[in-house]
């Protein structure tokens, strides 16, 4: 039986678990087996502007804080050939609006503002 492996190429993983998580993710396992043939950047999930004033914060939403405050663990090689990325960018807390424009706008302004910042973490990195 012939392997098709996919090689030398680069990926940009999103994940809803944060890489921190203490207990296991596919997400996490899916990104390390591609990793093994290729470049993979995973980007932990931002924080929302709730969960960065709520007053009770997990270990993760600590860390979060530090990268956006103080530029800590902001991108940190876990092993050849992947990346984990704490994005420095408050998303605006969209989901408790009904559709319509305004969800539409900050979503948007969500989404530019992430890729944004994404796209200067790749160019950093080579990673096309």
């Not at 902001?74 to 420095?88: A, I, M, Q, S």
Request: with cysteine; charged share 25%; aromatic share 8%.
């Amino acid at each position: 039986m012939e392997k098709n492996e996919i090689k030398g190429r680069d990926f940009i993983v999103f994940g809803l678990q944060p890489w921190d998580i203490p207990i296991g993710s596919n997400c996490k396992n899916i990104a390390e087996v591609i990793s093994v043939h290729n470049r993979v950047l995973y980007v932990n999930r931002p924080l929302d502007r709730i969960s960065y004033y709520k007053p009770n914060k997990d270990a993760q939403t600590i860390n979060r804080i530090a990268a956006i405050k103080k530029g800590e663990n902001v991108l940190t090689e876990v092993k050849k050939n992947l990346w984990v990325f704490n994005p420095g960018t408050i998303l605006e807390s969209v989901n408790m609006l009904p559709p319509g424009m305004i969800y539409n706008y900050f979503n948007k302004k969500n989404g530019r503002l992430l890729a944004a910042e994404i796209k200067k973490t790749t160019d950093k990195l080579g990673i096309k």
